[in-house]
């Protein structure tokens, strides 16, 4: 062995941990009581799995639950938009129709004040001309009572200057 040098040492080592490698893995799980715990460990791993395939098929059926329950949402909210679009859309006819139907009421009054408006103004004219006919029957009276007496004072005045005339003469 003393002739053996450091390099062939080794390989020799080697050689030999080759060869013995298996035996002494086994030896080491053995000793440490490894194999044991790889069992425990694959088991629990096993196990593990076991449970996170039932967690995941929990998980799929609590996500298929909401997805109903979305949908079931989303079908209630489309029924309340349709139930509140529908209300609406009466209320804006109702609404319309009150509406047309305050316009129908103004507009009938408006005409009804334009008639009366129009009937006053009528009787207003027919009044006006009413006074307008006594006036100008007045004025004639007047007139023809001035154009009287006129004439019987234009006589008179004639007759006092023709009697002071003649008594003028008379007398002078």
């Known amino acids: 062995m003393n002739n053996i040098e450091l390099g062939d040492f080794e390989k020799r080592v080697l050689e030999i941990l080759k060869r013995k490698e298996e035996s002494i893995y086994r030896r ?57 679009k529908s209300r609406f859309g009466q209320m804006h006819e109702e609404m319309k129709g009150r509406f047309e139907q305050m316009h129908e009421e103004r507009k009938s009054r408006f005409e009804q004040v334009d008639k009366r408006f129009d009937i006053m103004h009528k009787e207003m004219d027919k009044r006006f001309e009413l006074v307008h006919d006594d006036m ?16 019987a004072m234009g006589i008179g005045f004639t007759l006092t200057i023709s009697i002071l005339v003649v008594v003028l003469n008379f007398v002078l």
């Not at 194999?35 to 996170?52: D, F, H, P, W, Y």
Request: aromatic share 6%.
């Open 28 to 84: 080491i799980l053995e000793d440490l009581n490894l194999e044991e715990r790889r069992l425990n460990l694959q088991e629990k791993s096993v196990r593990i799995e076991e449970e996170l395939r039932g967690q995941r098929v929990l998980l799929e059926k609590l996500l298929h639950q909401f997805d109903k329950r979305f949908e079931q949402s989303d079908k209630h909210i489309d029924i309340i938009r349709e139930e509140m």
């Open 136 to 151: 100008k029957n007045r004025f004639q009276q007047v007139d023809k009572r001035f154009s009287i007496l006129t004439w």
